[in-house]
């Protein structure tokens, strides 16, 4: 009983268990832990996850870490957590490099089998002799080892006596073949370099196109689904699964990655903000990656939604990124409340009011759900504006404040400017107004219109607060995922502001989300908040052209 859209993967699963071809559905998410998971995993999160589950069938979380180099254990609980914080909980939990004695083995069966041989060539060497999509590649000069002296060579690479990059095992196909990647490709290199998780038992490492099919096979994966760019790996994935000897024959299905306009999606380019200190980390709530926009106050239903909603195809496009803030707006317009912020600061006085009294009024906590109630706010002589919500001189169809003008304060009083104050720069430090106490807001007062509603805080008990502003990091829409997008980067991408919140925001718990009247949605941050000095994430403004 399927829960989410068809697609044209669940419809290959929907016939593979009509036709009998398999009778249970098993799928992986095989992260590298080199990095940070970002929203393009969790695009294949969703659909592995979803996929099995609408067949009752099971899916593994494994680590595909069989490049020591890259690969760390600080990524891997990382990427635990962010699956976990999405939604979704594995059934087996396993790491590629589990494996390598028994990809040894499949190894020493292929030697046996004249299907793969030892090359001394250098990397550049097999690289130059590879061939184009146009020429034939080269046979090795030592493509025809006898294999004794292959089995004692491969063993000889594993015990240590080579330095890297001095013998590799190679698949032995066909040079000529018109698929590149059938041209004797590599199954494993030497590298003498500790392991997150095997440490030093090891000084050999087989290459991903090699180890992925044999990790599908071993861990009875049914349905392998990969991006678009292995769709012309897939005869050498189905050619291991086969000269292996392997029982279990899993399948490979290719899907178009998801791309977002103004993102860098690829974890190299997004490891490179990081280490060039272009962000703060990988949880720069600036960054796409699943932590990232958590911190930025992201919800995993409206990511979920975002991922469903972009679908699952065959060719490749590049996602509005507004679409996904369209997603987090409509998850948080009923769930958050809605109170008042003031992120730049201008002092306005309220003369007619008396001295040292503080009044309490009631305010809803969100227009459109009333089941979330009303709360107090306090109300006095001095509260705080906007500074543009006040102009000396106002172009037409200004409706805020200026000399003369009324206004309606939300949730509280009409007020009009009668002065202010300059400093010596000529800056506008201070508005003096009236108030009107018959408009107290709810009294229901109709003597006269007023065209501006403004929002504000009570002065003496308003709450400091930080807010971060972000725009999109990189300019240009589709320069994200090129090899170019540093020289994109956009220098404005954060704006940090001191202003002030309601005083009741004390209790303001880091991922407490709200809609701040007139300016968004806001996340309080889980690093940067101290108590009594909240600081807030601006995880989007309120409205956008953009319709799904
Ligand atoms: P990157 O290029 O960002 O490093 P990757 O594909 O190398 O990504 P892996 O850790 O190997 O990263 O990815 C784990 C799984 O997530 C793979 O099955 C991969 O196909 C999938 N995946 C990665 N990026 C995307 C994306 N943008 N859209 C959909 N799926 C993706
Ligand atoms: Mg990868
Ligand atoms: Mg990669």
Redesign the pocket.
């Known amino acids: 009983n399927p829960s989410v859209s068809s697609h044209f993967i669940k419809n290959i699963v929907i016939d593979d268990l009509q036709s009998g071809k398999v009778n249970h559905v098993v799928t992986r998410?095989?992260?590298?832990p080199n990095?940070y998971l970002?929203i393009?995993?969790a695009?294949?999160i969703c659909l592995n996850f979803e996929l099995a589950d609408d067949f009752k069938g099971r899916t593994n979380l494994r680590f595909?870490d069989t490049n020591p180099l890259k690969e760390d254990t600080e990524y891997v609980e990382a990427i635990k957590e962010d699956v976990r914080w999405l939604g979704f909980e594995w059934d087996g939990l396993f790491f590629a490099s589990d494996y390598f004695e028994e990809m040894y083995e499949r190894a020493v069966l292929l030697i046996r089998k004249g299907k793969a041989y030892i090359d001394d060539q250098s990397a550049e060497e097999i690289r130059l002799t590879r061939g184009s999509l146009t020429q034939p590649g080269q046979n090795s000069p030592h493509r025809d080892r006898s294999v004794e002296e292959n089995l004692d060579l491969f063993a000889r690479m594993r015990s240590g006596e080579f330095k890297d990059g001095d013998k590799i095992l190679r698949a032995k196909i066909d040079m000529s073949s018109p698929n590149i990647n059938l041209r004797d490709p590599a199954l494993y290199r030497i590298s003498h370099t500790t392991h997150h998780n095997t440490g030093d038992a090891w000084c050999i490492y087989p290459m991903y196109a090699f180890a992925h099919p044999l990790e599908d096979a071993i861990e009875g994966v049914t349905h392998s689904i990969?991006?678009l760019e292995f769709e012309d790996q897939r005869p050498f994935y189905d050619w291991v699964i086969a000269e292996c000897e392997m029982e279990h024959q899993p399948k490979q299905y290719e899907f178009a990655?998801?791309?977002i306009t103004n993102t860098v999606?690829?974890?190299?380019f997004l490891k490179q903000l990081v280490d060039e200190k272009i962000v703060d980390g990988w949880d720069d709530p600036r960054m796409p990656t699943i932590s990232g926009l958590r911190r930025k106050g992201y919800t995993p239903e409206a990511i979920r939604s975002f991922v469903r909603e972009a679908g699952v195809a065959k060719s490749n496009s590049t996602v509005d990124e507004r679409m996904l803030e369209h997603f987090i707006r409509e998850d948080l317009k009923l769930k958050s409340p809605r109170t008042m912020a003031v992120l730049r600061p201008l002092k306005v006085i309220i003369t007619n009011y008396p001295e040292g009294q503080v009044e309490m009024l009631e305010a809803e906590n969100n227009s459109e759900n009333p089941e979330m109630g009303n709360r107090e706010i306090p109300f006095s002589r001095e509260i705080y504006i906007e500074q543009d919500d006040f102009m000396e001189t106002p172009p037409n169809k200004y409706f805020r404040l200026f000399p003369g003008n009324e206004v309606r304060l939300k949730n509280a009083y009409f007020i009009k400017c009668h002065d202010f104050v300059k400093d010596e720069q000529g800056n506008v430090t201070e508005i003096h107004c009236t108030y009107d106490i018959e408009t107290k807001s709810g009294s229901g007062f109709t003597g006269r219109k007023v065209k501006g509603t403004i929002h504000w805080v009570e002065a003496s008990q308003a709450l400091p607060a930080e807010f971060r502003l972000y725009e999109p990091l990189i300019l240009d829409e589709e320069k994200g995922d090129s090899d170019s997008f540093m020289e994109h980067i956009n220098p404005n991408s954060l704006e940090v502001l001191q202003g002030f919140v309601e005083s009741n925001m004390s209790s303001a718990q880091p991922q407490d989300k709200f809609q701040f009247f007139r300016h968004g949605y806001f996340n309080v941050d889980t690093k940067r908040s101290e108590p009594g000095k909240p600081v807030f994430n601006r995880i989007v403004s309120l409205k956008s052209s953009f319709v799904v």
Do not use: Q, V, Y
């Open positions: 998410f095989p992260p590298e990095g970002h393009g995993h695009k294949s595909d990969c991006t990655r998801l791309n999606m690829s974890k190299r």
